[in-house]
């Protein structure tokens, strides 16, 4: 056969096996995307790929292994150096940061307590090769997605970074950590590192080591350790500052007790601790701190506030107390012991500590306070107690007792704000009438409320101008307002002006009108500050400026962007300057400056306030009663060998002689309110008390004959102008009235009336 033959054989073959039509285009060309892609995707180039970067991988990993080496010296924290703070002025107040610490061996560590730490550090301590890789990945993943720096090291991998490099969190330190720890590991036995360990963690109370520790919280030397006291450390170092229960608030307490039961629940997981001796395993609370050297009088407090300060922008104890640090704080010297001669003239002087027996409430009393520079936010005085040795934590920063009365002019603010209007329709402003008779039931809140006025007095006739209930802080007339307001509405207002949201803040409650969540006296500083400046949020600061050899702290801006406008900050204030004027803040008045503020006094007494601001100065004043054994809450009641002690008692006292002495030898000015709107008065009258007592049936204090049971909500279930079903003329209440104009007495409600709330607020 020729090659003409041979060719055509071959075509007539190719055509009796290629696909016809479409389907076989269509096909062909499948066939050749599917080369294509297999190229690219066929599973030896897959798996050489992968076996490929896993040799990446280790051959990256040798070489980081052979080129980062285990440092021969310890970092710089064997040779700490101290910090300087200063006033405001550039003088020194304290140095600080000497180092505490005092090695000792494994053996004077009772082996229980050892057992302790790794229970809640790192359980497979003495069976890992001294790194935790996934832990090290999440670590290194979490610091590149600023997502915090939680990465589970081994306590191998936290002595190399306590002993040989820094508390930076940075992804070099941490691959730099995972070599060394390695090394460390195949260098060491794994009780020199647990050794290393314990004798390197800062513990709080400028403590660093076990030693150190043992003394600070317990009094003992490390041997005498019991297994809870070391519990106790073991758990404490995750949070120093936020964990010691000298100092811990009732959220550090809680997490405190979370890991130092997850410490002995571990142990006995790792069969290390008997199931029944753990159930008998009690916590034991820590000793008293001692205070530090130069950090006598109020100068402790000053400087726990501004390491509080700097904790709340990232910068933590260990760094803190590394030292190195020159920390100006905003404390004008003047103001600071014009504060200090207040307390001890108006509150200390009067009280006999000693006396037991016949003045034993004096033993509880309690003072904190803060002023603020109202043009700045810097706070320029602090009052945190009689001083570290006997009172640890600073009452200025304590949030374990309601602010009470003196939150009421956040409600104001906050229906000023949203326009709020009252049940029956009408605009909220300083002239709006409201009911004041004590026990009265709120209308509009799914939350029964019926709160009783001080000593139980009604006040108008009945009815009374919000300019008036806030000079006589009536509790009826506020906690109608923050339903006519929404209590939801007016925590968000708190929460913008300064307040902080913890747990227990009521929700929805007209509660909250009477001040029953906690604050501190820097949040209410906060609060009235904002006022004071028009609107604009207030941040206090302490910090003035605060330098370091390896860069510069920034602290917060103390003055912010505007929450409230001018016309409600100045609102707020005008009627405060009402209160100093003609109502329960008398005690400040002064023709040396003008004042606005608050009174405040909580259910039992156990706090009272007194919160005012001049143009210049925002000062808080408080007094809390706390059981000098027990640390509960104890009423201030009996105080000095007197009676009841309210806000604008000792509390007012101490703000008009430290105000009057800072302010001397200064130009003081006026509150610039032009933009306050008082809205259109009422016919001009004075309050007029009645005071009924509690339960009984009340008549109205204008002698009308009208009666109704203390707490019956109003038949028209109005707080005031509307015009109830029977088409009567009514009063401004909305009670039907006789042709005369007086009003009727009610129909008998069959439901009991509400009960009273304690009274929450003083005169």
Same mark, same amino acid.
């Given at each position: 056969?020729?090659?003409?033959?041979?060719?055509?054989?071959?075509?007539?073959?190719?055509?009796?096996?290629?696909?016809?039509?479409?389907?076989?285009?269509?096909?062909?060309?499948?066939?050749?995307?599917?080369?294509?892609?297999?190229?690219?995707?066929?599973?030896?180039?897959?798996?050489?790929?992968?076996? *490929?970067?896993?040799?990446?991988?280790?051959?990256?990993? +040798?070489?980081?292994?052979?080129?980062?080496?285990?440092?021969? %010296?310890?970092?710089?924290?064997?040779?700490?150096?101290?910090?300087?703070?200063?006033?405001?002025?550039?003088?020194?107040?304290? =140095?600080?940061?000497?180092?505490?610490?005092?090695?000792?061996?494994?053996?004077?560590?009772?082996?229980?307590?050892?057992?302790?730490?790794?229970?809640?550090?790192?359980?497979?301590?003495?069976?890992?090769?001294? +790194?935790?890789?996934?832990?090290?990945?999440?670590?290194?993943?979490?610091?590149?997605?600023?997502?915090?720096?939680?990465?589970?090291?081994?306590? !191998?991998?936290?002595?190399?970074?306590?002993?040989?490099?820094?508390?930076?969190?940075?992804?070099?330190?941490?691959?730099?950590?995972?070599?060394?720890?390695?090394?460390?590991?195949?260098?060491?036995?794994?009780?020199?590192?647990?050794?290393?360990?314990?004798?390197?963690?800062?513990?709080?109370?400028?403590?660093?080591?076990?030693?150190?520790?043992?003394?600070?919280?317990?009094?003992?030397?490390?041997?005498?350790?019991?297994?809870?006291?070391?519990?106790?450390?073991?758990?404490?170092?995750?949070?120093?500052?936020?964990?010691?229960?000298?100092?811990?608030?009732?959220?550090?307490?809680?997490?405190?007790?979370?890991?130092?039961?997850?410490?002995?629940?571990?142990?006995?997981?790792?069969?290390?601790?008997?199931?029944?001796? =753990?159930?008998?395993?009690?916590?034991?609370?820590?000793?008293?701190?001692?205070?530090?050297?130069?950090?006598?009088?109020?100068?402790?407090?000053?400087?726990?506030?501004?390491?509080?300060?700097?904790? =709340?922008?990232? #910068?933590?104890?260990?760094?803190?107390?590394?030292? *190195?640090?020159?920390?100006?704080?905003?404390?004008?010297?003047?103001?600071?012991?014009?504060?200090?001669?207040?307390?001890?003239?108006?509150?200390?002087?009067?009280?006999?500590?000693?006396?037991?027996?016949?003045?034993?409430?004096?033993?509880?009393?309690?003072?904190?306070? !803060?002023?603020?520079?109202?043009?700045?936010?810097? #706070?320029?005085?602090?009052?945190?107690?009689?001083?570290? !040795?006997?009172?640890?934590?600073?009452?200025?920063?304590?949030?374990?007792?309601?602010?009470?009365?003196?939150?009421?002019? #956040?409600?104001?603010?906050?229906?000023?704000?949203?326009?709020?209007?009252?049940?029956?329709?009408?605009?909220?402003?300083?002239?709006?009438?409201?009911?004041?008779?004590?026990?009265?039931?709120?209308?509009?809140? %799914?939350?029964?409320?019926?709160?009783?006025?001080?000593?139980?007095?009604?006040?108008?006739?009945?009815?009374?101008? +919000?300019?008036?209930?806030?000079?006589?802080?009536?509790?009826?007339?506020?906690?109608q307002m923050i339903v006519d307001a929404k209590p939801v509405n007016v925590k968000k207002t708190a929460l913008s002006m300064g307040m902080t949201d913890r747990p227990g803040w009521p929700q929805t409650s007209p509660a909250m009108s009477l001040g029953t969540m906690s604050a501190n006296t820097v949040e209410m500083a906060a609060v009235y500050a904002t006022l004071d400046n028009h609107g604009k949020k207030v941040t206090p600061s302490i910090i003035k400026k605060a330098e370091h050899k390896d860069g510069e702290f920034k602290p917060v801006t103390p003055i912010g962007s505007q929450v409230l406008t001018s016309t409600t900050a100045d609102t707020v204030t005008k009627v405060l300057t009402g209160v100093v004027e003609n109502g329960s803040g008398k005690a400040v008045r002064s023709s040396a400056y003008e004042a606005a503020g608050k009174t405040g006094t909580t259910e039992s007494n156990v706090a009272a306030w007194f919160t005012g601001y001049t143009p210049e100065l925002v000062t808080v004043v408080a007094m809390f009663g706390e059981d000098p054994n027990t640390h509960g809450q104890v009423t201030l009641t009996g105080t000095a060998g007197k009676g009841r002690a309210g806000g604008s008692s000792f509390p007012a006292q101490i703000w008009q002689a430290y105000t009057t002495a800072a302010l001397k030898g200064t130009t003081t000015g006026?509150?610039?309110?032009?933009?306050?709107?008082?809205?259109?008065?009422?016919?001009? =009258?004075?309050?007029?008390?009645?005071?009924?007592?509690?339960?009984?049936?009340?008549?109205?204090?204008?002698?009308?004959?009208?009666?109704?049971?203390?707490?019956?909500?109003?038949?028209?279930?109005?707080?005031?102008?509307?015009?109830?079903?029977?088409?009567?003329?009514?009063?401004?209440?909305?009670?039907?009235?006789?042709? !005369?104009?007086?009003?009727?007495?009610?129909?008998?409600?069959?439901?009991?009336?509400?009960?009273?709330?304690?009274?929450?607020?003083?005169?």
């Amino acid at each position: 056969m020729g090659r003409a033959d041979a060719r055509r054989a071959q075509q007539q073959r190719g055509a009796r096996n290629a696909p016809s039509g479409r389907a076989g285009g269509r096909a062909g060309k499948a066939t050749k995307k599917r080369s294509g892609i297999r190229r690219f995707l066929n599973w030896k180039t897959l798996l050489g790929t992968f076996l *490929g970067g896993i040799l990446l991988l280790v051959v990256a990993g +040798v070489a980081l292994y052979f080129s980062v080496d285990e440092p021969n %010296d310890p970092n710089k924290t064997a040779t700490l150096q101290s910090n300087t703070y200063k006033y405001a002025d550039g003088s020194i107040m304290a =140095r600080t940061g000497d180092m505490n610490r005092e090695i000792v061996p494994i053996d004077k560590v009772p082996e229980d307590v050892r057992t302790a730490f790794i229970a809640i550090e790192n359980k497979t301590f003495y069976k890992d090769r001294g +790194v935790d890789v996934m832990g090290v990945f999440r670590g290194l993943a979490n610091t590149v997605r600023g997502k915090g720096t939680a990465g589970g090291s081994t306590i !191998t991998q936290q002595y190399v970074k306590n002993y040989y490099l820094t508390q930076d969190q940075s992804p070099t330190r941490k691959l730099r950590e995972l070599v060394i720890s390695l090394k460390v590991d195949q260098r060491m036995e794994k009780n020199d590192i647990l050794a290393g360990y314990l004798n390197t963690n800062f513990y709080g109370r400028n403590a660093y080591g076990i030693q150190a520790a043992a003394q600070a919280y317990y009094g003992v030397d490390s041997d005498k350790l019991t297994l809870e006291q070391g519990a106790y450390l073991a758990a404490v170092i995750q949070a120093p500052s936020q964990y010691d229960w000298a100092t811990a608030g009732p959220n550090g307490k809680r997490l405190v007790m979370i890991r130092f039961n997850a410490v002995l629940d571990n142990m006995v997981e790792m069969g290390k601790l008997d199931e029944a001796k =753990r159930k008998t395993l009690k916590f034991q609370e820590p000793i008293k701190p001692k205070p530090r050297p130069g950090m006598d009088g109020q100068k402790g407090y000053l400087i726990q506030a501004a390491e509080a300060e700097m904790n =709340r922008q990232g #910068i933590k104890d260990a760094e803190i107390n590394a030292g *190195g640090w020159t920390i100006t704080l905003a404390i004008d010297k003047k103001k600071q012991a014009a504060l200090e001669k207040a307390v001890q003239d108006e509150l200390e002087s009067k009280l006999d500590r000693k006396d037991t027996k016949n003045r034993p409430q004096d033993q509880s009393v309690q003072a904190g306070a !803060t002023s603020v520079d109202a043009k700045t936010g810097h #706070i320029v005085a602090m009052y945190g107690g009689v001083g570290l !040795t006997e009172k640890a934590a600073s009452n200025a920063l304590r949030s374990d007792f309601q602010p009470g009365s003196t939150f009421k002019p #956040i409600v104001l603010a906050s229906a000023l704000e949203n326009g709020s209007k009252t049940q029956d329709g009408r605009p909220i402003n300083p002239s709006t009438l409201y009911d004041g008779t004590s026990k009265r039931a709120v209308v509009g809140s %799914d939350t029964p409320f019926a709160p009783q006025n001080q000593d139980n007095e009604n006040y108008g006739d009945p009815m009374i101008s +919000v300019q008036e209930a806030t000079n006589s802080s009536v509790n009826s007339v506020y906690a109608q307002m923050i339903v006519d307001a929404k209590p939801v509405n007016v925590k968000k207002t708190a929460l913008s002006m300064g307040m902080t949201d913890r747990p227990g803040w009521p929700q929805t409650s007209p509660a909250m009108s009477l001040g029953t969540m906690s604050a501190n006296t820097v949040e209410m500083a906060a609060v009235y500050a904002t006022l004071d400046n028009h609107g604009k949020k207030v941040t206090p600061s302490i910090i003035k400026k605060a330098e370091h050899k390896d860069g510069e702290f920034k602290p917060v801006t103390p003055i912010g962007s505007q929450v409230l406008t001018s016309t409600t900050a100045d609102t707020v204030t005008k009627v405060l300057t009402g209160v100093v004027e003609n109502g329960s803040g008398k005690a400040v008045r002064s023709s040396a400056y003008e004042a606005a503020g608050k009174t405040g006094t909580t259910e039992s007494n156990v706090a009272a306030w007194f919160t005012g601001y001049t143009p210049e100065l925002v000062t808080v004043v408080a007094m809390f009663g706390e059981d000098p054994n027990t640390h509960g809450q104890v009423t201030l009641t009996g105080t000095a060998g007197k009676g009841r002690a309210g806000g604008s008692s000792f509390p007012a006292q101490i703000w008009q002689a430290y105000t009057t002495a800072a302010l001397k030898g200064t130009t003081t000015g006026q509150f610039d309110l032009d933009d306050a709107r008082m809205g259109t008065p009422a016919p001009s =009258r004075a309050p007029s008390p009645s005071a009924t007592p509690s339960g009984s049936v009340s008549p109205t204090p204008s002698g009308s004959g009208s009666t109704r049971p203390s707490g019956t909500p109003d038949p028209s279930g109005s707080s005031g102008g509307s015009t109830p079903p029977t088409g009567k003329p009514t009063t401004p209440t909305g009670k039907p009235t006789t042709p !005369t104009g007086k009003p009727t007495p009610p129909t008998k409600d069959p439901s009991p009336p509400f009960p009273p709330f304690p009274n929450a607020e003083d005169r």
